[in-house]
Nanobody
Framework: QVQLVESGGGLVQAGGSLRLSCVAS????????MAWFRQAPGKEREYVAV???????RYTDSVKGRFTISRNNAANTVVLEMNNLIPEDTAVYYC???????????????????WGQGTQVTVSS
């Protein structure tokens, strides 16, 4: 059974930093594209960052230069480092995994097979 467990969310002031972790079990991380999505109240789930199994990464424009996604395949862990946080980053953040993701689908939530339960990130102004 596949499980993705996120941790590291919390309340932080604008300009602060948080480090989100996602530990995967029941799957082989190196075979999967891993991503972080977020969903704010009243808004659709949006992709934040993607780490493809070949090593390439991609970020949504609003977080470029502030967030960094990294993966440790041996430890089955994906990390999202978030710096210079702003109130607009407030959302529930989800870790996602997909084995059959291609370039044209890697930002699409509906193409990912597995999801974590989410972790709340709140940025105060």
């Amino acid at each position: 059974q596949v499980q993705l467990v996120e941790s590291g969310g919390g309340l932080v002031q604008a300009g602060g930093s948080l480090r989100l972790s996602c530990v995967a079990s029941g799957l082989t991380l190196r075979r999967n594209t891993m991503a972080w999505f977020r969903q704010a109240p009243g808004k659709e789930r949006e992709y934040v960052a993607v780490s493809r199994n070949g090593g390439a990464t991609r970020y949504t424009d609003s977080v470029k230069g502030r967030f960094t996604i990294s993966r440790n395949n041996a430890a089955n862990t994906v990390v999202l480092e978030m710096n210079n946080l702003i109130p607009e980053d407030t959302a529930v953040y989800y870790c996602a995994a997909g084995e059959r993701i291609i370039i044209t689908t890697m930002t699409r939530a509906d193409f990912y097979d597995y999801w974590g339960q989410g972790t709340q990130v709140t940025v105060s102004s």
